[in-house]
Protein backbone atom coordinates (compact mmCIF):
# COMPACT_ATOMS: atom_id res chain seq x y z
CA UNK A 1 0.00 0.00 0.00
CA UNK A 2 0.97 3.63 0.24
CA UNK A 3 4.53 4.34 1.33
CA UNK A 4 5.63 7.95 2.68
CA UNK A 5 9.09 9.10 3.32
CA UNK A 6 10.09 12.52 4.99
CA UNK A 7 13.70 14.09 5.25
CA UNK A 8 15.49 17.12 7.10
CA UNK A 9 18.96 17.04 7.15
CA UNK A 10 22.00 19.68 6.33
CA UNK A 11 22.67 17.75 2.96
CA UNK A 12 20.80 17.16 0.15
CA UNK A 13 17.68 14.77 0.73
CA UNK A 14 16.84 13.88 -2.46
CA UNK A 15 18.88 10.99 -3.31
CA UNK A 16 17.63 9.87 0.41
CA UNK A 17 14.38 10.20 -0.11
CA UNK A 18 14.24 7.87 -3.47
CA UNK A 19 16.01 5.47 -2.14
CA UNK A 20 13.83 4.91 0.84
CA UNK A 21 10.54 4.72 -1.82
CA UNK A 22 13.10 1.98 -3.56
CA UNK A 23 13.13 0.52 0.06
CA UNK A 24 9.13 0.48 0.16
CA UNK A 25 8.74 -0.88 -3.48
CA UNK A 26 7.77 -4.35 -1.74
CA UNK A 27 4.63 -3.16 -0.52
CA UNK A 28 2.96 -2.47 -3.62
CA UNK A 29 2.24 0.79 -5.39
CA UNK A 30 1.65 2.53 -9.09
CA UNK A 31 2.97 5.81 -9.08
CA UNK A 32 5.43 8.08 -6.75
CA UNK A 33 6.56 11.08 -6.29
CA UNK A 34 8.77 13.35 -4.03
CA UNK A 35 8.47 17.00 -3.21
CA UNK A 36 11.63 19.09 -2.29
CA UNK A 37 12.05 22.07 -0.45
CA UNK A 38 15.02 24.88 -0.55
CA UNK A 39 15.71 28.51 -0.72
CA UNK A 40 13.23 29.00 -4.22
CA UNK A 41 9.82 27.07 -2.95
CA UNK A 42 8.61 23.68 -2.79
CA UNK A 43 9.54 21.22 -6.16
CA UNK A 44 8.15 17.94 -7.03
CA UNK A 45 8.59 15.21 -9.96
CA UNK A 46 5.75 12.76 -9.75
CA UNK A 47 5.74 9.65 -12.32
CA UNK A 48 3.22 6.68 -13.05
CA UNK A 49 4.71 3.34 -12.45
CA UNK A 50 8.31 1.78 -11.01
CA UNK A 51 10.44 4.33 -8.65
CA UNK A 52 12.55 3.80 -11.34
CA UNK A 53 10.33 6.20 -13.56
CA UNK A 54 10.95 9.06 -11.30
CA UNK A 55 14.29 8.78 -10.65
CA UNK A 56 14.72 9.18 -14.22
CA UNK A 57 12.58 12.54 -14.21
CA UNK A 58 15.56 13.20 -11.90
CA UNK A 59 18.50 12.36 -14.04
CA UNK A 60 16.73 14.86 -16.91
CA UNK A 61 15.88 17.87 -13.81
CA UNK A 62 17.43 17.25 -10.74
CA UNK A 63 15.96 18.56 -7.50
CA UNK A 64 18.15 19.63 -4.56
CA UNK A 65 17.04 20.57 -1.31
CA UNK A 66 17.54 19.90 2.38
CA UNK A 67 13.86 18.97 3.29
CA UNK A 68 11.63 16.78 1.32
CA UNK A 69 9.23 14.12 1.27
CA UNK A 70 8.21 11.28 -1.17
CA UNK A 71 5.27 8.73 -1.77
CA UNK A 72 4.43 5.56 -3.43
CA UNK A 73 1.05 5.54 -4.24
CA UNK A 74 -1.35 2.57 -4.35
CA UNK A 75 -4.14 3.46 -6.12
CA UNK A 76 -7.70 3.84 -4.69
CA UNK A 77 -9.32 7.01 -5.48
CA UNK A 78 -8.92 7.57 -9.00
CA UNK A 79 -6.48 5.52 -11.48
CA UNK A 80 -3.09 5.44 -10.97
CA UNK A 81 -2.25 8.44 -13.04
CA UNK A 82 0.96 11.44 -12.68
CA UNK A 83 -2.09 13.65 -12.02
CA UNK A 84 -3.41 11.67 -8.95
CA UNK A 85 -0.26 10.77 -8.01
CA UNK A 86 1.34 12.24 -4.77
CA UNK A 87 2.38 15.16 -3.18
CA UNK A 88 -0.84 17.20 -4.03
CA UNK A 89 -0.32 20.73 -3.67
CA UNK A 90 -2.41 24.04 -1.97
CA UNK A 91 -1.29 26.59 -4.84
CA UNK A 92 2.37 26.31 -4.37
CA UNK A 93 2.51 27.26 -0.49
CA UNK A 94 1.92 23.38 0.96
CA UNK A 95 2.46 19.83 0.06
CA UNK A 96 1.37 16.75 1.45
CA UNK A 97 1.43 13.18 1.13
CA UNK A 98 -1.08 11.19 2.50
CA UNK A 99 -1.41 6.76 3.21
CA UNK A 100 -4.95 5.87 3.85
CA UNK A 101 -8.10 6.67 3.08
CA UNK A 102 -10.38 9.50 4.02
CA UNK A 103 -13.86 8.51 4.29
CA UNK A 104 -15.76 11.85 4.30
CA UNK A 105 -13.56 13.40 1.16
CA UNK A 106 -16.70 14.35 -0.47
CA UNK A 107 -18.61 16.35 1.66
CA UNK A 108 -15.14 18.18 2.49
CA UNK A 109 -14.14 18.18 -1.34
CA UNK A 110 -17.80 20.31 -1.79
CA UNK A 111 -17.16 22.73 0.69
CA UNK A 112 -13.80 23.23 -0.42
CA UNK A 113 -14.99 23.92 -4.36
CA UNK A 114 -17.60 26.09 -2.27
CA UNK A 115 -14.96 28.48 -1.32
CA UNK A 116 -13.43 28.09 -4.30
CA UNK A 117 -10.41 25.25 -3.76
CA UNK A 118 -9.70 23.82 -7.11
CA UNK A 119 -8.82 20.24 -7.44
CA UNK A 120 -6.48 18.94 -10.01
CA UNK A 121 -6.78 15.02 -9.18
CA UNK A 122 -9.24 12.64 -7.97
CA UNK A 123 -8.14 11.56 -4.99
CA UNK A 124 -9.22 11.65 -1.55
CA UNK A 125 -5.85 13.16 -0.81
CA UNK A 126 -6.47 16.52 -2.39
CA UNK A 127 -9.02 17.41 0.30
CA UNK A 128 -6.47 17.26 3.30
CA UNK A 129 -3.75 19.95 1.85
CA UNK A 130 -6.23 22.19 0.94
CA UNK A 131 -7.96 22.04 4.55
CA UNK A 132 -5.03 22.77 6.11
CA UNK A 133 -4.45 25.99 3.37
CA UNK A 134 -8.14 26.84 4.91
CA UNK A 135 -6.93 26.53 8.55
CA UNK A 136 -3.82 28.68 7.81
CA UNK A 137 -5.96 31.53 6.55
CA UNK A 138 -6.82 31.99 10.60
CA UNK A 139 -4.56 29.69 12.45
CA UNK A 140 -0.96 30.40 10.22
CA UNK A 141 1.19 27.94 12.13
CA UNK A 142 1.15 24.79 10.26
CA UNK A 143 1.46 22.44 13.18
CA UNK A 144 -1.32 24.56 14.47
CA UNK A 145 -3.37 24.33 11.25
CA UNK A 146 -2.53 20.38 10.82
CA UNK A 147 -3.90 19.73 14.20
CA UNK A 148 -7.23 21.22 13.66
CA UNK A 149 -7.33 19.93 10.00
CA UNK A 150 -6.92 16.49 11.75
CA UNK A 151 -10.19 16.84 13.51
CA UNK A 152 -12.10 17.12 10.27
CA UNK A 153 -11.10 13.87 8.79
CA UNK A 154 -12.99 10.31 9.15
CA UNK A 155 -10.88 7.19 8.26
CA UNK A 156 -7.45 6.28 8.34
CA UNK A 157 -4.42 8.16 7.41
CA UNK A 158 -0.75 9.33 8.27
CA UNK A 159 0.29 12.26 6.57
CA UNK A 160 3.73 14.20 6.00
CA UNK A 161 3.50 18.56 4.59
CA UNK A 162 5.78 20.50 3.76
CA UNK A 163 5.39 24.56 3.42
CA UNK A 164 7.16 27.08 1.07
CA UNK A 165 9.30 29.27 3.01
CA UNK A 166 9.61 27.14 5.78
CA UNK A 167 12.81 24.86 5.65
CA UNK A 168 13.76 24.08 9.07
CA UNK A 169 10.33 21.89 9.97
CA UNK A 170 7.92 19.65 8.38
CA UNK A 171 4.59 18.15 9.85
CA UNK A 172 3.52 14.34 10.30
CA UNK A 173 0.67 13.02 11.91
CA UNK A 174 -0.99 9.21 12.19
CA UNK A 175 -4.37 7.86 12.87
CA UNK A 176 -4.30 4.12 12.16
CA UNK A 177 -1.88 4.11 9.25
CA UNK A 178 1.66 3.18 10.44
CA UNK A 179 4.36 5.84 10.41
CA UNK A 180 7.42 5.87 12.30
CA UNK A 181 10.44 8.64 12.99
CA UNK A 182 13.64 7.74 12.41
CA UNK A 183 16.29 9.51 14.69
CA UNK A 184 19.71 10.74 12.94
CA UNK A 185 22.65 13.24 14.20
CA UNK A 186 21.39 16.72 12.85
CA UNK A 187 18.98 15.44 10.78
CA UNK A 188 15.27 13.55 11.15
CA UNK A 189 13.24 11.64 9.04
CA UNK A 190 9.69 9.74 9.00
CA UNK A 191 8.38 6.39 6.80
CA UNK A 192 5.62 4.36 7.15
CA UNK A 193 8.32 1.41 7.64
CA UNK A 194 11.53 1.29 8.85
CA UNK A 195 13.16 -0.42 6.63
CA UNK A 196 12.69 2.64 4.12
CA UNK A 197 15.27 4.66 6.60
CA UNK A 198 17.94 1.87 7.24
CA UNK A 199 19.87 3.61 5.35
CA UNK A 200 20.28 6.93 7.79
CA UNK A 201 19.42 5.77 10.52
CA UNK A 202 18.48 2.54 12.84
CA UNK A 203 16.83 4.70 15.89
CA UNK A 204 13.64 4.79 15.39
CA UNK A 205 10.27 6.30 17.56
CA UNK A 206 6.86 4.49 16.84
CA UNK A 207 3.97 7.06 17.00
CA UNK A 208 0.85 6.25 18.41
CA UNK A 209 -2.66 6.45 17.51
CA UNK A 210 -3.49 10.38 16.71
CA UNK A 211 -0.08 11.80 17.38
CA UNK A 212 1.08 14.85 15.15
CA UNK A 213 5.10 15.02 14.71
CA UNK A 214 6.89 18.29 14.51
CA UNK A 215 10.32 17.41 12.27
CA UNK A 216 13.04 20.43 12.66
CA UNK A 217 17.01 19.11 12.15
CA UNK A 218 17.35 19.20 15.69
CA UNK A 219 15.02 17.43 16.84
CA UNK A 220 11.47 16.10 16.93
CA UNK A 221 8.37 17.38 19.20
CA UNK A 222 5.40 14.97 19.33
CA UNK A 223 2.12 15.86 20.46
CA UNK A 224 -0.64 13.62 21.38
CA UNK A 225 -4.17 13.17 20.18
CA UNK A 226 -4.89 15.90 22.73
CA UNK A 227 -2.19 18.10 21.38
CA UNK A 228 -0.20 17.66 25.05
CA UNK A 229 3.49 17.01 24.21
CA UNK A 230 4.78 13.30 24.67
CA UNK A 231 7.70 11.56 25.44
CA UNK A 232 8.24 8.75 23.24
CA UNK A 233 10.65 5.89 23.69
CA UNK A 234 13.59 5.57 21.12
CA UNK A 235 14.38 1.87 20.15
CA UNK A 236 17.46 0.32 18.04
CA UNK A 237 16.37 -1.46 14.77
CA UNK A 238 18.14 -5.11 15.73
CA UNK A 239 18.04 -6.90 12.60
CA UNK A 240 20.56 -7.63 10.29
CA UNK A 241 21.01 -4.82 7.60
CA UNK A 242 21.61 -8.05 5.25
CA UNK A 243 17.25 -8.71 5.87
CA UNK A 244 16.57 -6.45 3.22
CA UNK A 245 19.30 -7.81 0.72
CA UNK A 246 18.22 -10.56 -1.86
CA UNK A 247 21.96 -12.42 -1.38
CA UNK A 248 22.05 -15.31 -4.40
CA UNK A 249 18.79 -15.13 -4.82
CA UNK A 250 17.41 -13.52 -8.09
CA UNK A 251 13.75 -13.01 -5.70
CA UNK A 252 13.11 -12.02 -2.27
CA UNK A 253 10.01 -14.87 -2.45
CA UNK A 254 13.21 -17.20 -3.15
CA UNK A 255 15.52 -16.09 -0.51
CA UNK A 256 12.69 -15.95 1.62
CA UNK A 257 11.33 -20.01 0.72
CA UNK A 258 15.37 -20.59 1.69
CA UNK A 259 15.53 -19.10 4.88
CA UNK A 260 12.79 -21.12 6.56
CA UNK A 261 14.86 -23.76 8.48
CA UNK A 262 16.48 -20.84 10.26
CA UNK A 263 13.63 -18.75 11.09
CA UNK A 264 11.52 -21.93 12.08
CA UNK A 265 14.54 -22.50 14.44
CA UNK A 266 14.67 -18.90 15.23
CA UNK A 267 10.64 -18.88 16.28
CA UNK A 268 11.61 -22.12 18.34
CA UNK A 269 14.08 -20.70 20.32
CA UNK A 270 13.56 -20.26 24.04
CA UNK A 271 10.16 -20.75 23.66
CA UNK A 272 10.37 -24.60 24.05
CA UNK A 273 12.92 -27.22 26.45
CA UNK A 274 13.72 -30.46 25.60
CA UNK A 275 10.61 -31.71 26.89
CA UNK A 276 8.42 -28.71 27.22
CA UNK A 277 6.49 -25.58 25.92
CA UNK A 278 7.95 -22.73 27.84
CA UNK A 279 5.13 -20.71 28.61
CA UNK A 280 7.00 -17.85 30.26
CA UNK A 281 7.22 -17.01 26.14
CA UNK A 282 3.57 -15.65 26.36
CA UNK A 283 5.11 -12.98 28.37
CA UNK A 284 4.88 -12.44 32.36
CA UNK A 285 1.15 -13.14 32.52
CA UNK A 286 0.52 -16.68 30.85
CA UNK A 287 -2.03 -17.58 33.78
CA UNK A 288 -4.87 -16.98 30.78
CA UNK A 289 -3.70 -20.40 29.54
CA UNK A 290 -4.96 -22.09 32.74
CA UNK A 291 -8.18 -19.97 32.16
CA UNK A 292 -9.29 -20.64 28.64
CA UNK A 293 -12.03 -22.22 27.44
CA UNK A 294 -12.72 -20.79 23.95
CA UNK A 295 -10.30 -19.66 20.93
CA UNK A 296 -11.51 -17.40 18.73
CA UNK A 297 -9.09 -16.53 15.63
CA UNK A 298 -9.65 -13.11 13.42
CA UNK A 299 -6.84 -12.59 10.76
CA UNK A 300 -6.70 -12.12 7.00
CA UNK A 301 -5.47 -14.15 3.47
CA UNK A 302 -2.74 -16.29 4.64
CA UNK A 303 -2.18 -15.77 7.87
CA UNK A 304 -6.15 -16.93 8.01
CA UNK A 305 -5.23 -19.87 6.72
CA UNK A 306 -2.67 -20.23 9.61
CA UNK A 307 -5.52 -20.21 11.60
CA UNK A 308 -7.38 -22.47 9.85
CA UNK A 309 -4.71 -24.88 10.71
CA UNK A 310 -4.28 -24.15 14.15
CA UNK A 311 -8.39 -24.56 14.52
CA UNK A 312 -7.40 -28.71 14.17
CA UNK A 313 -4.47 -28.51 16.27
CA UNK A 314 -6.58 -26.91 19.35
CA UNK A 315 -9.49 -29.11 19.25
CA UNK A 316 -7.88 -31.81 18.60
CA UNK A 317 -4.81 -31.25 21.30
CA UNK A 318 -6.15 -29.11 23.86
CA UNK A 319 -10.22 -30.03 22.99
CA UNK A 320 -11.66 -26.88 23.51
CA UNK A 321 -13.63 -24.93 21.00
CA UNK A 322 -11.88 -22.83 18.29
CA UNK A 323 -13.45 -20.65 15.89
CA UNK A 324 -11.09 -18.96 12.75
CA UNK A 325 -13.08 -16.27 10.87
CA UNK A 326 -11.61 -13.51 8.03
CA UNK A 327 -11.46 -9.96 9.80
CA UNK A 328 -13.40 -7.88 7.49
CA UNK A 329 -16.40 -10.30 8.02
CA UNK A 330 -15.53 -10.41 12.06
CA UNK A 331 -15.79 -6.72 11.97
CA UNK A 332 -18.64 -6.02 10.67
CA UNK A 333 -21.65 -8.39 12.63
CA UNK A 334 -22.44 -9.35 16.27
CA UNK A 335 -20.15 -11.41 18.10
CA UNK A 336 -21.34 -13.95 20.26
CA UNK A 337 -18.63 -14.22 22.76
CA UNK A 338 -18.62 -17.11 25.45
CA UNK A 339 -16.94 -16.68 28.79
CA UNK A 340 -13.09 -17.51 28.81
CA UNK A 341 -12.45 -17.10 25.14
CA UNK A 342 -9.24 -15.97 23.97
CA UNK A 343 -8.77 -13.61 21.04
CA UNK A 344 -5.91 -14.62 18.55
CA UNK A 345 -4.79 -12.45 15.93
CA UNK A 346 -2.43 -13.45 13.28
CA UNK A 347 -0.57 -11.08 11.03
CA UNK A 348 2.90 -11.00 9.60
CA UNK A 349 2.74 -7.02 9.43
CA UNK A 350 0.56 -6.22 12.26
CA UNK A 351 -0.79 -3.35 10.21
CA UNK A 352 -3.75 -4.93 8.56
CA UNK A 353 -6.50 -2.85 9.03
CA UNK A 354 -9.65 -5.01 8.96
CA UNK A 355 -7.40 -6.94 11.54
CA UNK A 356 -6.94 -4.53 13.30
CA UNK A 357 -10.27 -2.97 13.53
CA UNK A 358 -11.45 -6.77 14.85
CA UNK A 359 -8.73 -6.47 17.40
CA UNK A 360 -9.80 -2.92 18.61
CA UNK A 361 -13.87 -4.62 18.43
CA UNK A 362 -12.64 -7.33 20.45
CA UNK A 363 -11.49 -5.61 23.30
CA UNK A 364 -14.68 -4.16 24.14
CA UNK A 365 -16.31 -7.92 23.92
CA UNK A 366 -15.24 -8.88 27.17
CA UNK A 367 -12.69 -11.38 25.60
CA UNK A 368 -10.43 -12.94 28.49
CA UNK A 369 -7.46 -11.64 26.48
CA UNK A 370 -5.97 -10.36 23.06
CA UNK A 371 -2.94 -12.57 22.11
CA UNK A 372 -1.17 -11.17 18.69
CA UNK A 373 0.86 -13.70 16.80
CA UNK A 374 2.95 -11.22 14.88
CA UNK A 375 6.24 -10.96 12.73
CA UNK A 376 6.34 -7.04 13.25
CA UNK A 377 7.63 -6.38 17.15
CA UNK A 378 6.78 -2.68 16.63
CA UNK A 379 3.90 -2.78 14.91
CA UNK A 380 0.57 -1.51 15.72
CA UNK A 381 -1.29 -5.07 16.45
CA UNK A 382 1.47 -5.81 18.82
CA UNK A 383 1.43 -2.66 20.98
CA UNK A 384 -2.36 -2.76 21.04
CA UNK A 385 -2.46 -6.66 21.78
CA UNK A 386 -2.58 -7.87 25.85
CA UNK A 387 -0.02 -10.55 24.82
CA UNK A 388 2.21 -11.21 21.74
CA UNK A 389 4.04 -14.45 20.40
CA UNK A 390 6.58 -13.24 17.90
CA UNK A 391 7.11 -14.91 15.27
CA UNK A 392 10.63 -14.12 14.76
CA UNK A 393 10.84 -14.25 10.99
CA UNK A 394 12.71 -11.11 9.99
CA UNK A 395 11.84 -8.62 7.42
CA UNK A 396 9.43 -10.61 4.78
CA UNK A 397 9.66 -8.55 1.58
CA UNK A 398 8.02 -10.44 -1.26
CA UNK A 399 4.31 -9.91 -1.23
CA UNK A 400 3.49 -13.57 -1.13
CA UNK A 401 4.10 -14.64 2.19
CA UNK A 402 5.98 -17.67 3.12
CA UNK A 403 8.94 -17.61 5.91
CA UNK A 404 5.82 -15.78 7.41
CA UNK A 405 3.43 -18.49 7.41
CA UNK A 406 5.71 -21.25 8.31
CA UNK A 407 6.53 -19.36 11.41
CA UNK A 408 3.39 -18.33 12.39
CA UNK A 409 2.29 -21.82 12.04
CA UNK A 410 5.34 -23.20 14.24
CA UNK A 411 3.95 -20.09 17.33
CA UNK A 412 0.57 -21.66 16.52
CA UNK A 413 1.58 -25.11 17.32
CA UNK A 414 3.42 -23.80 20.60
CA UNK A 415 0.27 -22.35 21.47
CA UNK A 416 -2.19 -25.13 21.14
CA UNK A 417 0.41 -27.42 23.06
CA UNK A 418 0.43 -24.96 25.58
CA UNK A 419 -3.36 -24.49 25.62
CA UNK A 420 -3.43 -28.39 25.91
CA UNK A 421 -0.85 -29.18 28.79
CA UNK A 422 -3.59 -27.24 30.82
CA UNK A 423 -6.34 -29.40 29.55
CA UNK A 424 -4.85 -32.64 30.22
CA UNK A 425 -2.69 -33.14 27.66
CA UNK A 426 -0.20 -35.51 29.16
CA UNK A 427 3.62 -35.00 29.95
CA UNK A 428 4.88 -38.25 28.03
CA UNK A 429 2.36 -36.46 24.65
CA UNK A 430 3.66 -32.88 25.20
CA UNK A 431 7.61 -34.30 25.01
CA UNK A 432 6.61 -36.07 21.86
CA UNK A 433 5.34 -32.82 20.28
CA UNK A 434 8.08 -30.81 21.67
CA UNK A 435 10.65 -33.27 20.13
CA UNK A 436 8.65 -33.01 16.71
CA UNK A 437 8.56 -29.09 16.88
CA UNK A 438 12.74 -29.85 17.07
CA UNK A 439 12.85 -31.75 14.32
CA UNK A 440 10.74 -28.79 12.17
CA UNK A 441 13.73 -27.20 10.76
CA UNK A 442 15.31 -30.12 9.16
CA UNK A 443 12.41 -31.27 8.22
CA UNK A 444 12.00 -28.40 6.10
CA UNK A 445 15.29 -28.49 4.67
CA UNK A 446 14.97 -31.76 3.46
CA UNK A 447 12.03 -30.32 1.62
CA UNK A 448 13.79 -28.17 -0.08
CA UNK A 449 16.31 -30.87 -1.40
CA UNK A 450 12.71 -31.55 -4.51
CA UNK A 451 13.20 -27.63 -5.68
CA UNK A 452 15.27 -29.13 -9.07
CA UNK A 453 12.19 -31.67 -9.53
CA UNK A 454 9.71 -29.11 -8.84
CA UNK A 455 11.33 -26.34 -11.00
CA UNK A 456 10.39 -29.35 -13.81
CA UNK A 457 7.17 -29.72 -12.52
CA UNK A 458 6.05 -26.16 -13.33
CA UNK A 459 7.12 -26.18 -16.69
CA UNK A 460 4.55 -27.97 -17.47
CA UNK A 461 2.09 -25.65 -15.94
CA UNK A 462 3.27 -22.44 -17.91
CA UNK A 463 0.49 -22.69 -20.23
CA UNK A 464 -2.55 -23.82 -18.19
CA UNK A 465 -5.53 -21.17 -16.75
CA UNK A 466 -7.20 -23.04 -13.88
CA UNK A 467 -5.68 -25.23 -10.94
CA UNK A 468 -7.27 -27.10 -8.52
CA UNK A 469 -6.21 -27.72 -5.29
CA UNK A 470 -7.21 -30.27 -2.97
CA UNK A 471 -6.73 -31.62 1.17
CA UNK A 472 -8.57 -33.23 3.63
CA UNK A 473 -7.90 -32.03 7.72
CA UNK A 474 -5.04 -29.64 7.69
CA UNK A 475 -3.95 -29.99 4.87
CA UNK A 476 -7.18 -28.73 3.28
CA UNK A 477 -5.76 -25.14 4.45
CA UNK A 478 -2.89 -26.16 3.36
CA UNK A 479 -4.38 -26.41 -0.24
CA UNK A 480 -6.19 -23.10 0.00
CA UNK A 481 -2.53 -21.52 1.10
CA UNK A 482 -1.11 -23.13 -2.50
CA UNK A 483 -3.92 -21.82 -4.55
CA UNK A 484 -3.59 -18.61 -3.03
CA UNK A 485 0.10 -18.48 -3.58
CA UNK A 486 -0.49 -19.87 -6.58
CA UNK A 487 -2.95 -17.21 -8.09
CA UNK A 488 -1.28 -14.24 -6.06
CA UNK A 489 2.43 -14.48 -8.51
CA UNK A 490 1.64 -16.63 -11.64
CA UNK A 491 -2.10 -15.03 -12.00
CA UNK A 492 -3.42 -18.53 -12.71
CA UNK A 493 -6.71 -19.17 -11.50
CA UNK A 494 -6.82 -21.51 -8.48
CA UNK A 495 -9.18 -22.80 -5.93
CA UNK A 496 -9.27 -25.40 -3.36
CA UNK A 497 -11.60 -27.94 -1.66
CA UNK A 498 -11.68 -30.13 1.23
CA UNK A 499 -11.44 -33.48 -1.37
CA UNK A 500 -14.09 -34.88 0.26
CA UNK A 501 -15.99 -32.54 -1.29
CA UNK A 502 -14.72 -33.21 -4.74
CA UNK A 503 -18.07 -34.80 -5.87
CA UNK A 504 -20.44 -32.39 -4.56
CA UNK A 505 -19.82 -29.75 -7.48
CA UNK A 506 -15.98 -29.26 -8.47
CA UNK A 507 -15.71 -32.89 -9.84
CA UNK A 508 -17.50 -31.09 -12.86
CA UNK A 509 -14.13 -29.27 -14.05
CA UNK A 510 -12.13 -31.72 -14.06
CA UNK A 511 -11.41 -32.74 -17.31
CA UNK A 512 -6.97 -33.47 -19.59
CA UNK A 513 -7.13 -29.38 -19.17
CA UNK A 514 -7.30 -29.05 -15.25
CA UNK A 515 -4.20 -29.63 -13.20
CA UNK A 516 -5.24 -31.29 -10.10
CA UNK A 517 -2.53 -30.91 -7.26
CA UNK A 518 -3.75 -33.63 -4.32
CA UNK A 519 -1.85 -33.16 -0.54
CA UNK A 520 -1.70 -36.12 0.54
CA UNK A 521 -0.23 -36.92 3.69
CA UNK A 522 0.74 -39.98 5.21
CA UNK A 523 -2.31 -40.70 7.98
CA UNK A 524 -5.37 -42.25 9.02
CA UNK A 525 -7.08 -40.18 5.63
CA UNK A 526 -4.63 -41.94 2.95
CA UNK A 527 -7.58 -44.34 1.81
CA UNK A 528 -9.73 -41.45 1.53
CA UNK A 529 -8.05 -39.49 -0.44
CA UNK A 530 -6.28 -42.16 -2.42
CA UNK A 531 -10.26 -43.11 -4.08
CA UNK A 532 -10.65 -39.46 -4.74
CA UNK A 533 -7.96 -39.63 -6.71
CA UNK A 534 -9.45 -42.37 -8.39
CA UNK A 535 -12.70 -40.36 -9.12
CA UNK A 536 -10.30 -37.73 -10.53
CA UNK A 537 -7.91 -40.33 -12.57
CA UNK A 538 -11.18 -41.82 -14.19
CA UNK A 539 -12.22 -38.35 -15.99
CA UNK A 540 -8.50 -37.71 -17.63
CA UNK A 541 -7.44 -35.56 -15.04
CA UNK A 542 -3.84 -34.32 -14.77
CA UNK A 543 -2.78 -34.79 -11.12
CA UNK A 544 0.18 -33.59 -9.10
CA UNK A 545 0.60 -35.49 -5.81
CA UNK A 546 2.32 -34.54 -3.62
CA UNK A 547 3.19 -37.10 -0.69
CA UNK A 548 5.79 -39.22 1.44
CA UNK A 549 7.10 -41.95 -0.09
CA UNK A 550 4.97 -44.92 2.54
CA UNK A 551 1.94 -43.76 1.02
CA UNK A 552 2.95 -46.10 -2.38
CA UNK A 553 1.80 -43.61 -4.87
CA UNK A 554 4.36 -42.51 -7.25
CA UNK A 555 4.92 -41.47 -10.83
CA UNK A 556 2.45 -43.39 -13.22
CA UNK A 557 0.07 -42.49 -16.18
CA UNK A 558 -1.66 -39.42 -15.19
CA UNK A 559 -0.16 -38.74 -11.71
CA UNK A 560 2.92 -36.42 -11.77
CA UNK A 561 4.69 -37.33 -7.84
CA UNK A 562 6.63 -35.03 -5.73
CA UNK A 563 8.35 -36.88 -3.06
CA UNK A 564 7.86 -34.82 0.43
CA UNK A 565 9.63 -35.95 3.41
CA UNK A 566 8.13 -38.37 6.29
CA UNK A 567 7.20 -36.45 9.62
CA UNK A 568 5.28 -36.53 12.49
CA UNK A 569 1.44 -35.96 11.19
CA UNK A 570 1.26 -32.47 13.17
CA UNK A 571 4.20 -31.60 11.55
CA UNK A 572 2.34 -32.26 8.03
CA UNK A 573 0.51 -29.21 7.02
CA UNK A 574 4.03 -27.35 7.57
CA UNK A 575 6.61 -29.36 5.42
CA UNK A 576 3.95 -29.47 2.66
CA UNK A 577 3.35 -25.92 2.76
CA UNK A 578 6.98 -25.75 1.07
CA UNK A 579 6.79 -27.65 -2.37
CA UNK A 580 3.93 -25.74 -3.15
CA UNK A 581 5.40 -22.38 -2.31
CA UNK A 582 8.47 -23.62 -4.89
CA UNK A 583 5.94 -24.76 -7.46
CA UNK A 584 4.12 -21.26 -7.51
CA UNK A 585 7.56 -19.61 -7.21
CA UNK A 586 9.28 -21.66 -10.60
CA UNK A 587 5.46 -21.01 -12.50
CA UNK A 588 5.58 -17.38 -11.68
CA UNK A 589 9.37 -17.67 -12.94
CA UNK A 590 8.23 -19.43 -16.31
CA UNK A 591 5.67 -16.82 -17.05
CA UNK A 592 7.68 -14.01 -16.42
CA UNK A 593 5.74 -12.38 -13.86
CA UNK A 594 6.52 -9.71 -11.05
CA UNK A 595 7.45 -12.43 -8.27
CA UNK A 596 7.83 -9.71 -5.70
CA UNK A 597 5.62 -7.31 -6.34
CA UNK A 598 2.49 -9.23 -8.12
CA UNK A 599 0.52 -6.70 -10.22
CA UNK A 600 -2.62 -4.82 -7.91
CA UNK A 601 -1.33 -6.48 -4.59
CA UNK A 602 0.42 -4.72 -1.54
CA UNK A 603 2.21 -5.97 1.16
CA UNK A 604 1.07 -4.28 4.05
CA UNK A 605 -2.60 -4.04 3.42
CA UNK A 606 -3.35 -1.16 5.95
CA UNK A 607 -6.35 -0.14 4.07
CA UNK A 608 -9.81 -1.43 3.85
O1 LIG B 1 0.26 -8.80 7.29
P1 LIG B 1 -0.88 -9.77 7.36
O2 LIG B 1 -0.42 -11.15 7.69
O3 LIG B 1 -1.96 -9.32 8.28
O4 LIG B 1 -1.47 -9.78 5.90
C1 LIG B 1 -2.64 -10.48 5.59
C2 LIG B 1 -2.75 -10.72 4.10
O5 LIG B 1 -2.85 -9.50 3.42
C3 LIG B 1 -1.55 -11.50 3.57
O6 LIG B 1 -1.36 -12.69 4.26
C4 LIG B 1 -1.72 -11.81 2.06
O7 LIG B 1 -2.78 -12.70 1.89
C5 LIG B 1 -0.41 -12.37 1.52
N1 LIG B 1 0.11 -11.49 0.53
C6 LIG B 1 -0.52 -13.68 0.89
O8 LIG B 1 0.69 -14.15 0.40
Redesign the pocket.
Known amino acids: MCGIVGAIARRNVSKILIEGLSRLEYRGYDSSGVAINNEEGVYSHRAVGKVQALKDKFEVQPLDGKMGIAHTRWATHGKPTEANAHPHFSGDDLALVHNGIIENHEPLRRELKDKGYEFKSETDTEVIVHLIHDAMKTQPDLLKAVQVTLTKLHGAFAIGVVQKDDNDRFIAARKGSPLVVGVGIEENFVASDQLALLHVTDQFIFLEEGDVVEVSRDGVSIYDAKGDLQERPISVFNHNIDATDKGEFRHYMMKEIYEQPKVISACLEGRISESKVLTSCFGADSAFLKEVENVHIV?????YHAGMVAKYWIEDLAGIPCSVEVASEYRYRKVAVPKKTLFLT???????AD?LAALRMAKELGYLTTLAICNVPSSTLVRESALTLLTNAGPEIG???TK?FTTQLTALLITSVAIAVENGLSAEKEKALVQALRSLPAHVNDALLQDAHIKEVADRFANKHNALFLGRGTMYPIALEGS??LK?ISYIHAEAYPAGELKHGPLALVDEDMPIIALVPHNDMLDKLKSNLQEVAARGGELYVFADKDTDLNNEENIIFTEVPKVDSILEPIVHTIPLQLLSYHVAVVKGTDVDQPRN?A???TVE
Open positions: ACGTSLSQSGETTVASALKELKSV
